[in-house]
């Protein structure tokens, strides 16, 4: 049938190309009409020739180029193609359903037993090896050059040893600076003490005999001036009761009363005169006193704090030039060495770091459950490799008394022996035994170690499920099953690293 419709669908477009090529060449076949002497040698036939039962000519059809023709062919040929697809489509027998897959066979294993047995409590930590109790040794005096370096990374030092020097030359002359200010402050001391040497308390005195004898002086002319004026009054009262008797002229009454008046203001300058006199031999006492019993409290206190500052001073400067001198703070092994010859030293940066006492320690990181078993005092197999076979005791020095609430980590501290090789930094192990105890085991074929996690698979019937445990301790042929498993449980035993869980197994013993 499908060859049918091509041959048919082929033969029609066969004959379509043929009609349009006839059609082509007919119009290109032109008709020669007229003499040959005309100018025109393809000439219509006149109007009186053609027949009146002859029909009007039909206009010919558009003539196809030839790319037209190859889209038309193209054209035809994809019908073609899409009518044979659709039929054969349709025309398609239905497949047969595949035959249902046959079960896998059941995988062929072994079991065995979880059981109670009596083991070793052993455990393995891991840590760094440090420094037990590390110290910093630096400059406290910074702007400072280092002049020399006396020590070396894995020297041994003493207490006090010199382990370098720095520059102190500025030092020492702003000592000298201070020393000079000391001397003046004390000189200026001994001046606010006693300000006035023998021959100025001398003059203080010849001043205040002076000024008391003012003082009588002007007490005398105001006595004086009382009594004349006292006189002055009693004249100027006479002549004016004579005055108004007309016993003398009215003129001199005016003059009597003219001289009381003028006694009187003499009065009152003496008043003034004697009390500027008595301040002024208030003032020579005060100076006598002060130059007999030595200077102001104020500026006795102001000469004794700027003393007391310069002396700190030179404190300060004293101990800064001793700090140029660095020496180790204890005995202990040097570990590193940041000072060179040169260098400008800044205030409370490291130049050495110091192994106290030479002591190193292995600080180990332990769960919480087993923080609990460590005691000071625990002795413990140090190795600083698997396959190292070297074993270094080990006594447990310090357990923390906290635990890291996010990591649920504690931290104990083993001192470790001095000459054994050991580094800060190292890695080490440390094998720890706590005796014996009872726990659940199973053969270490059994335990399936996979996605980062440990299980094991129990029997139930004739199909397995995996069940995750905890793996604690294990040897050469049993692995403690901290949590996750019971004892006398059934597990897979050969066998358990091809199975899946649910899988159907076959069990031979």
């Given at each position: ?97 595949a035959a249902l897959k046959a ?141 108004k008797m007309g016993a003398n ?261």
């Open positions: 049938m499908q060859r049918e419709i091509s041959e048919t669908v082929t033969g029609s477009a066969v004959q379509v190309i043929r009609d349009r090529e006839s059609q082509t060449n007919n119009e290109k076949l032109p008709e020669v009409l007229g003499n040959s002497s005309s100018g025109n040698a393809l000439t219509p036939p006149p109007a009186s020739s053609v027949t009146g039962s002859q029909l009007a000519p039909v206009p010919a059809p558009p003539k196809l180029s030839p790319r037209a023709m190859i889209a038309t062919v193209a054209v035809i040929i994809m019908m073609i193609g899409g009518a044979a697809g659709i039929y054969i489509y349709n025309n398609k027998p239905f497949d047969k359903p079960p896998p066979p059941a995988v062929t294993v072994t079991t065995a037993i979880s059981k109670e047995r009596i083991v070793d409590d052993n455990l393995i930590v891991t840590g760094s090896v440090s420094a037990w109790d590390p110290l910093s040794v630096g400059a406290e005096v910074g702007g400072l050059r280092i002049t020399s370096v006396n020590v070396e990374e894995g020297d041994h030092v003493k207490k006090g040893q010199v382990l370098a020097t720095l520059n102190s030359a500025l030092l020492h002359t702003q000592l000298e600076q201070a020393k000079a200010r000391l001397a003046s402050n004390e000189a200026n001391l001994k001046k606010s003490i006693q300000p006035n040497r023998s021959e100025e308390v001398r003059g203080l005195q010849a001043a205040l005999a002076q000024a008391e004898a003012s003082t009588l002086q002007e007490q005398a002319l105001l006595s004086e001036a009382k009594a004349k004026y006292q006189d002055a009054k009693i004249n100027a009262q006479r002549y004016k009761n004579l005055a002229s009215r003129q001199e009454a005016e003059t009597k009363q003219l001289a009381a008046e003028t006694a009187q203001e003499e009065v009152a300058s003496s008043v003034a005169k004697i009390k500027a006199a008595k301040f002024m031999e208030d003032q020579a006492r005060e100076k006598l006193l002060l130059a007999q019993r030595g200077g102001r409290n104020e500026d006795v206190d102001i000469s004794r704090a700027v003393l007391a500052e310069t002396r700190a001073q030179i404190k300060q400067l004293d101990e800064q030039i001793a700090e140029t001198v660095i020496v180790a703070p204890d005995d202990g092994l040097i570990s590193l060495r940041e000072a060179h010859i040169g260098d400008i030293t800044t205030a409370g940066k490291s130049l050495f770091a110091i192994i106290r006492l030479s002591k190193l320690e292995l600080r180990a990181q332990v769960s919480d459950l087993d923080l609990a078993k460590f005691r000071p005092g625990q002795v413990v197999n140090i190795t600083t490799t698997e396959e190292s076979e070297k074993k270094i005791k080990g006594v447990v020095k310090l357990v923390s008394p906290q635990v890291d609430a996010l990591t649920r980590l504690g931290t104990v501290r083993i001192a470790l022996p001095i000459d054994e090789g050991l580094k800060p930094g190292m890695f080490a192990r440390a094998d720890v035994s706590f005796g014996k105890r009872k726990a659940v085991t199973v053969p270490v074929a059994s335990v399936i170690a996979r996605n980062g996690g440990s299980f094991v698979f129990k029997l139930e019937g004739d199909k397995v499920s995996s069940c995750p445990v905890t793996v604690g301790n294990q040897n050469d042929q049993y692995a403690e099953i901290i949590s996750g498993l019971p004892a006398n449980q059934k597990v897979v035993l050969q066998g358990a690293r091809f199975l899946s869980d649910r899988d159907t197994v076959r069990v031979v013993n």
